[in-house]
């Protein structure tokens, strides 16, 4: 049996199970023709943007011993189907995910900023990109170790969340190095924000990071033009000092 189309027009509106009945043939055991009443159960998969990707159905002859059946079948196909989704989207966030810090790993960061670069382009949109490291990060694994080094990063990454908007991406590039993409944002805008997240992160932990940011340019072809110039901010906040911000329009 093949649902109509309006029934999957239905579920890329309410990705719900569903359960319809049609009639339709069938051959007995003899390979006669008969009509009977089928009835399908539906059931929308999603993928990690939350649009409907794929469809699990069950469809069987609706007979007095069969829908007897139906309660149980339902449950057991939606809790399997529950716990299939769930693995489903612990194994997307670890393929995009950095394990220690929780935030967008390099390769995922790069995917999503490009993909934001050519949007500003398209809509002549402002864009900037901040890059950041811990001040004298090396002392403290060498000094207190590395789980005092792991917390450090555990610290920057929860003072960024709580900083950033949630329309800003937010990536461990490697090592103590994280870097935050803003759309829509200007240079005044984006210093705001670091000066939030510079402030936060001290009086919360009492560690000082140095902040380099990039505002996008009519010359950009790609994320790594803004990540470089970024770069380069960030190391000349270091040389005039550290725990501050140094910024280029």
């Known amino acids: 049996m093949q649902p109509n189309h309006r029934l999957f027009h239905s579920l890329r509106r309410d990705p719900a199970p569903l ?7 069938s051959l007995d055991p003899h390979g006669n023709q008969r009509q009977g009443l089928w009835q399908t159960l539906l059931i929308p998969l999603t993928g990690s943007s939350g649009q409907v990707t794929h469809l699990f159905g069950i469809s069987k002859e609706a ?34 995910h950095d394990h220690l810090t929780d935030t967008f790993n390099r390769r995922h960061f790069m995917e999503l900023a ?32 590395h789980p005092a080094g792991d917390k450090a990063l555990s610290d920057v990454s929860r003072s ?12 461990r590039y490697g090592g103590d190095e994280f870097l935050i993409l803003m759309p829509e944002t200007q240079a005044d805008g984006a210093r705001e924000i670091a000066e939030r997240l510079r402030s936060t992160l001290l009086q919360t932990s009492g560690l000082t990071i140095s902040i380099g940011i990039a505002s996008l340019r009519p010359g950009d072809q790609f994320v790594d033009d803004l990540i470089r110039r970024a770069d380069q901010l960030m190391f000349q906040a270091k040389r005039n000092g550290r725990n501050r911000i140094e910024i280029m329009a």
């Open 19 to 25: 359960r319809y009945e049609e009639e339709g043939e």
């Open 63 to 96: 007979t007095p011993a069969s829908l007897k059946e139906d309660e149980t079948l339902e449950r057991r196909v939606l809790e399997r189907t529950a716990e299939l989704m769930a693995a489903n989207q612990k194994l997307t966030h670890l393929a995009t």
């Open 114 to 145: 490009e993909t934001e670069l050519r949007r500003a382009y398209r809509y002549n949109l402002s864009l900037c990109l901040m890059m950041l490291d811990i001040d004298n990060f090396k002392g403290i694994n060498d000094e207190q170790g």
């Open 160 to 171: 960024i969340r709580s900083s950033v908007r949630e329309s800003d991406l937010v990536g």
